[in-house]
Protein backbone atom coordinates (compact mmCIF):
# COMPACT_ATOMS: atom_id res chain seq x y z
CA UNK A 1 0.00 0.00 0.00
CA UNK A 2 1.29 3.51 -0.70
CA UNK A 3 -0.32 6.46 1.18
CA UNK A 4 0.49 9.57 -0.26
CA UNK A 5 0.23 13.02 1.72
CA UNK A 6 0.04 16.55 0.52
CA UNK A 7 2.36 18.84 2.96
CA UNK A 8 1.39 21.78 0.38
CA UNK A 9 -1.70 22.68 -2.02
CA UNK A 10 -0.58 21.33 -5.02
CA UNK A 11 -2.83 20.81 -8.42
CA UNK A 12 -3.06 24.03 -9.75
CA UNK A 13 0.21 25.98 -9.36
CA UNK A 14 2.57 23.03 -7.75
CA UNK A 15 2.90 19.44 -9.33
CA UNK A 16 0.35 17.11 -8.71
CA UNK A 17 -0.64 13.44 -9.67
CA UNK A 18 -2.56 11.83 -12.49
CA UNK A 19 -4.36 8.88 -11.93
CA UNK A 20 -6.11 6.08 -14.14
CA UNK A 21 -9.66 6.26 -12.75
CA UNK A 22 -9.60 2.74 -11.64
CA UNK A 23 -7.81 0.01 -10.47
CA UNK A 24 -6.63 -2.29 -12.67
CA UNK A 25 -5.77 -6.18 -13.12
CA UNK A 26 -2.30 -5.94 -14.61
CA UNK A 27 0.51 -3.99 -14.49
CA UNK A 28 1.37 -1.89 -17.56
CA UNK A 29 4.50 -2.87 -18.87
CA UNK A 30 7.07 0.09 -17.77
CA UNK A 31 9.94 1.00 -20.30
CA UNK A 32 7.97 0.56 -23.60
CA UNK A 33 8.28 2.81 -26.74
CA UNK A 34 7.75 6.43 -25.68
CA UNK A 35 8.67 6.38 -21.80
CA UNK A 36 10.73 8.62 -20.55
CA UNK A 37 12.84 6.36 -18.48
CA UNK A 38 12.97 2.43 -18.49
CA UNK A 39 10.87 2.18 -15.20
CA UNK A 40 8.61 4.65 -16.77
CA UNK A 41 4.87 4.08 -18.37
CA UNK A 42 4.32 5.72 -21.96
CA UNK A 43 1.69 8.15 -22.47
CA UNK A 44 0.16 5.44 -25.05
CA UNK A 45 0.33 2.45 -22.23
CA UNK A 46 -1.72 5.50 -20.16
CA UNK A 47 -4.03 6.33 -22.64
CA UNK A 48 -4.75 2.75 -23.54
CA UNK A 49 -4.85 1.72 -19.65
CA UNK A 50 -7.73 4.91 -19.23
CA UNK A 51 -9.57 3.22 -22.18
CA UNK A 52 -8.36 6.21 -24.84
CA UNK A 53 -8.73 9.11 -22.69
CA UNK A 54 -6.76 10.93 -20.01
CA UNK A 55 -5.56 9.81 -16.36
CA UNK A 56 -7.40 11.89 -13.81
CA UNK A 57 -6.03 15.06 -12.73
CA UNK A 58 -5.81 15.12 -8.96
CA UNK A 59 -5.97 18.41 -6.59
CA UNK A 60 -4.59 18.23 -2.87
CA UNK A 61 -5.10 20.51 -0.25
CA UNK A 62 -2.31 20.41 2.41
CA UNK A 63 -3.23 17.31 4.46
CA UNK A 64 -5.02 16.00 2.09
CA UNK A 65 -4.08 12.22 1.35
CA UNK A 66 -4.72 9.43 -1.27
CA UNK A 67 -4.06 5.72 -0.44
CA UNK A 68 -3.68 3.38 -3.12
CA UNK A 69 -1.36 -0.34 -4.34
CA UNK A 70 0.72 -1.33 -7.22
CA UNK A 71 -1.89 -2.30 -9.35
CA UNK A 72 -3.34 1.84 -9.33
CA UNK A 73 -1.58 3.55 -12.03
CA UNK A 74 -0.49 7.05 -11.29
CA UNK A 75 2.27 9.59 -12.21
CA UNK A 76 3.69 13.05 -11.40
CA UNK A 77 1.56 15.77 -12.68
CA UNK A 78 3.14 19.04 -14.35
CA UNK A 79 1.51 21.56 -16.26
CA UNK A 80 3.23 24.84 -18.14
CA UNK A 81 1.78 26.88 -14.93
CA UNK A 82 2.82 24.77 -12.28
CA UNK A 83 5.56 27.23 -10.71
CA UNK A 84 5.57 26.30 -6.75
CA UNK A 85 7.33 23.56 -5.28
CA UNK A 86 5.78 20.15 -4.09
CA UNK A 87 5.80 19.23 -0.68
CA UNK A 88 4.67 15.72 0.18
CA UNK A 89 5.24 12.21 1.66
CA UNK A 90 4.90 9.27 0.07
CA UNK A 91 5.13 5.86 2.54
CA UNK A 92 5.13 2.12 1.14
CA UNK A 93 3.79 -0.25 3.36
CA UNK A 94 4.88 -4.12 2.73
CA UNK A 95 3.61 -7.41 4.34
CA UNK A 96 6.56 -8.99 6.05
CA UNK A 97 6.85 -11.75 3.11
CA UNK A 98 7.12 -9.43 0.62
CA UNK A 99 9.07 -6.94 1.47
CA UNK A 100 12.04 -5.86 -1.04
CA UNK A 101 15.59 -7.74 -0.72
CA UNK A 102 17.03 -4.23 -1.39
CA UNK A 103 15.29 -2.32 1.08
CA UNK A 104 15.76 -1.63 4.69
CA UNK A 105 12.31 -2.16 6.95
CA UNK A 106 10.98 -0.04 9.72
CA UNK A 107 8.52 -1.97 12.18
CA UNK A 108 5.40 -0.17 12.15
Known amino acids: ?14 P ?8 LNYIV ?7 IFDWSVSSRQ ?12 LHFKTGDAIVFDEMNLHRTS ?4 M ?6 IEAW ?3 PSCYPLDQLPLLV
Do not use: Q
Not at 83 to 88: E, S
Open 93 to 95: FFA
Open 29 to 35: PTGTEGA
Open 46 to 57: IAEACGGGEPTH
Open 16 to 23: SMDMVPRR
Open 78 to 81: TLPG
Open 83 to 88: TKPRYA
Open 1 to 14: MNIWIALSDCGVDA
